[in-house]
């Protein structure tokens, strides 16, 4: 199976992981198994237990590992807790979150995920339950408006989604060239005419809401925080705003130690910081990762410690 996968801000995450060779690591999405070969290679009487939803990359991911002090197991992070305690590991010692589309469902036109090919509109990341046609053809058009605008930030998501109501009343919406052709019917001229196509962010707001990414991300990252041992790391690498911000405020979260009403001049909380930042700022690639590899481009990297 080609499985083309170049990992993105590689030595960060190593960096950020500080790994102990005999330490038990996590990575919620194996993918092509980049950044989780990468780990394993450097432990020696640890271990890597490496997660992914997608059966194609589960595939790939256990034929790269071989020989390396690693196990892949296919579920979505957000059942990362559950899995540990089944393989009797009660904490982990570092965990990586590598989000997004990877690239190979983006490069295999029949997964549906790419505007650029025309395809079966499906998007499912696990391959299992409701496709995009699926949400496309049956949700009114409140709700497709609500998915345009709070999960791709569009604002054409009220006229994209009058369009996409009409178009299926004269036939079904099955491929991705039908979607995005809607899409770029809706929007005004000087929007066509930009450089990015203008279906991207319909595209990535049905993605999302087909594969519950946000709820996922919101669940896993507890899970996952909950799982770290003492002083275990915590990184995440996010590719748009929306993740960004989830993961962004839920570090901070962890990190507060004082719990008071801000107008509160002294604090009476006792509270304790559960962890501390080590990225005050997200990290990004580098000109020269940028040169060779074009995903890492809207890539940010967060680490997090555990108290």
């Avoid at 807790?81 to 990586?96: F, Y």
């Avoid at 036109?109 to 998007?123: I, K, N, Q, T, V």
């Avoid at 989830?246 to 009476?268: G, M």
Wanted: with cysteine; charged share 25%; net charge neutral.
């Amino acid at each position: 199976m080609e499985f083309s996968h170049i990992p993105v801000l590689l030595q960060p995450c190593l960096d950020g992981l500080n790994i102990d060779p005999a330490g038990i690591y996590l990575d919620g999405t194996a993918g092509g198994a980049g950044h989780s070969r990468e780990i394993a290679k450097r432990l020696t009487t640890g271990r890597l237990i490496s997660l992914d939803q997608d059966p194609d990359a589960v595939t790939v991911a256990t034929e790269r590992l071989k020989g390396l002090p690693a196990q892949v197991v296919q579920v979505n992070f957000r059942e990362a807790a559950r899995v540990l305690a089944e393989l009797g590991i009660p904490a982990v010692n570092g965990a990586l979150l590598d989000l997004g589309v990877s690239s190979h469902q983006l490069d295999d036109a029949a997964r549906g995920f790419s505007y650029h090919a025309d395809a079966p509109l499906d998007m499912r990341m696990s391959q299992q339950g409701p496709t995009a046609a699926d949400l496309v053809n049956t949700l009114d058009r409140e709700e497709l408006t609500r998915i345009l605008r709070d999960y791709g930030e569009e604002p054409y998501a009220w006229q994209i989604a009058g369009k996409i109501v009409a178009a299926r009343a004269e036939q079904p919406i099955l491929t991705t060239l039908q979607l995005a052709e809607i899409v770029a019917a809706a929007v005004p001229p000087a929007e066509r005419r930009k450089a990015k196509n203008p279906a991207r962010r319909t595209f990535q707001a049905i993605r999302i809401a087909v594969n519950s990414e946000l709820d996922a991300l919101n669940e896993g990252l507890d899970a996952i925080f909950d799982c770290l041992a003492p002083g275990g790391r915590l990184c995440v690498i996010t590719f748009h705003s929306l993740e960004d911000r989830l993961v962004k405020n839920k570090f901070r979260r962890w990190a507060q130690r004082c719990t008071c009403p801000p107008e509160q001049p002294i604090c009476t909380c006792g509270g304790v910081a559960k962890a501390k930042l080590i990225t005050r700022k997200p990290i990004e690639a580098d000109a020269a990762e940028l040169e060779t590899n074009r995903r890492s481009r809207s890539a940010k990297l967060r680490v997090l410690e555990k108290a």
